[in-house]
């Protein structure tokens, strides 16, 4: 079978001239993101300490740069990329379908209880 | 006695004879392995987002817990340690994928080493780990725990930590540890704390400027510090035991919990990289040996390199979810 690799990324805005070309490339991408997020997390600018949704924007931030992050590892390090629509949905959207329920199901749950300790019913400072 | 059935279909769709998804069988079955591994990962860390929404107001911060670096003693360092670590993991990803170039291209030489780059980066991934953990259960600064569970820790005027060693008043001959041959012989009793709280209430009350920080997350979204008359008073009513550094029970950082999962996911993930470092090893010794050059594929180092790259990719939820957010 033969090994075509797409190699192109960003929705074609970077085309590659080769796989190992690309692997560089996603690799750079990536540690930037990383350098990014350490930096936001050191800093913790006073900016984005402000609420989205119930959630620091900051975190908001976190959250989608590790998604991106994921998105390559698993589009160009694993080449799901190169696979069949079939397969990638089939793994893809079972995941994060499952994913998504179980996080709202538990952190709703996680709320909930919390509420219950502030409303004082339940002493634990002492 | 013949046992199969010709059916005429061999080799063709209904036969079983194509690739479904134009996958092969052991990378398709990799795949949905890794679902499930994703699903069991993404429940820890559900769960681990449960606990600290149940206490949202009171959980460490990250930052302040893992603030070491090797050979920088007394530096603070938050998260330079874990960044450090990421980079090696992703770069380890990097080469298992150039092995997997080079075996599409079935060039023996650069797989050999490649994979055996992979396999050193996954060491000292592990090896990372079991610093970071090692520096986590010893832990640096000590803490008092009430009897509700929660953590006082202490500090000095600018806010910096304290350690109980710096201050507690020791005295000499207080307790000594029981043991069955000198007590009773069906009682154990565990190892006993470095502190007593005699020692710790009698350090802060010669120590004017040590105060008290409770778990609390206030409005800036840092520690509540209490007033130096709070804070005598809150060690003397509630204090009941010195704890130094973390395991299961308890956690000088703050809530035990987050020891549990720090322990348990880190764990649980460390696991899949010793686990996956030994696949790599295999798999090298069967490149060097030439198994994949005569079987003429090299798709055993693709299927390997799956789970590795999966790996990785946990490494990442891992990273943001006890690190960053």
Same mark, same amino acid.
């Given at each position: 079978m033969a090994h075509e690799h797409k190699l192109e990324i960003f929705r074609g805005l970077v085309k590659f001239k080769s796989n190992t070309a690309k692997i560089w490339g996603v690799l750079a991408f990536l540690t930037f993101v990383t350098i990014i997020e350490v930096a936001l997390g050191i800093a913790k600018p006073e900016a984005l300490m402000g609420k989205f949704l119930g959630m620091k924007i900051l975190n908001w931030i976190f959250i989608i740069l590790t998604i991106v992050k994921a998105y390559y590892i698993t589009w160009d390090f694993m080449h799901m990329r190169d696979e069949v629509k079939a397969l990638r949905r089939m793994v893809v959207w079972t995941a994060v379908f499952l994913i998504l329920y179980l996080v709202f199901i538990l952190l709703q749950e996680g709320g909930y209880i919390e509420s219950v300790y502030a409303s004082g019913f339940i002493k634990n400072d002492f | 006695m013949n046992t199969t059935v010709a059916t005429g279909t061999e080799g063709k769709t209904w036969g079983g004879g194509n690739k479904p998804l134009t996958a092969s069988y052991g990378k398709m079955m990799m795949w949905f392995f890794i679902v499930s591994d994703a699903l069991t990962f993404s429940a820890f860390l559900a769960a681990y987002g449960f606990s600290r929404f149940k206490f949202i107001d009171s959980w460490p911060i990250a930052d302040e817990v893992f603030t070491h670096f090797p050979f920088l003693h007394g530096v603070e360092a938050p998260m330079y340690y874990v960044a450090f670590m990421t980079f090696v993991l992703i770069m380890s990803s990097v080469t298992m994928v150039l092995a997997v170039d080079a075996g599409h291209h079935m060039n023996k030489a650069k797989v050999t080493i490649y994979m055996f780059l992979t396999v050193i980066g996954g060491i000292i991934f592990v090896g990372s780990q079991a610093w970071e953990w090692n520096t986590f259960i010893k832990g640096e600064f000590g803490a008092v725990q009430t009897k509700g569970g929660n953590i006082l820790q202490f500090v000095d005027a600018e806010g910096h930590r304290v350690a109980v060693a710096d201050f507690a008043k020791v005295e000499t001959g207080t307790r000594t540890q029981h043991e069955s041959k000198n007590g009773l012989w069906f009682v154990d009793e565990g190892a006993l704390p470095t502190y007593t709280m005699t020692e710790i209430n009698n350090g802060l009350a010669a120590h004017p400027d040590v105060l008290v920080r409770t778990q609390i997350i206030n409005a800036e979204g840092e520690k509540t510090v209490l007033s130096r008359e709070e804070s005598i008073k809150q060690l003397k009513e509630n204090g009941r035991l010195f704890v130094q550094g973390a395991n299961l029970h308890v956690n000088e950082y703050g809530s035990p919990l987050f020891a549990d999962f720090f322990f348990f996911i880190t764990g649980f993930h460390g696991f899949h990289v010793f686990s996956g470092v030994v696949l790599n090893i295999i798999i090298?010794?069967?490149?060097?040996?030439?198994?994949? *050059?005569?079987?003429?594929?090299? *798709?055993?180092?693709?299927?390997?390199?799956?789970?590795?790259?999966?790996?990785?990719l946990v490494w990442v939820f891992v990273f943001t979810f006890f690190y960053l957010v």
């Open positions: - | 090298f010794f069967n490149v060097i040996l030439g198994t994949y *050059e005569r079987r003429k594929s090299y *798709e055993m180092v693709e299927k390997v390199g799956l789970y590795w790259h999966f790996v990785d």
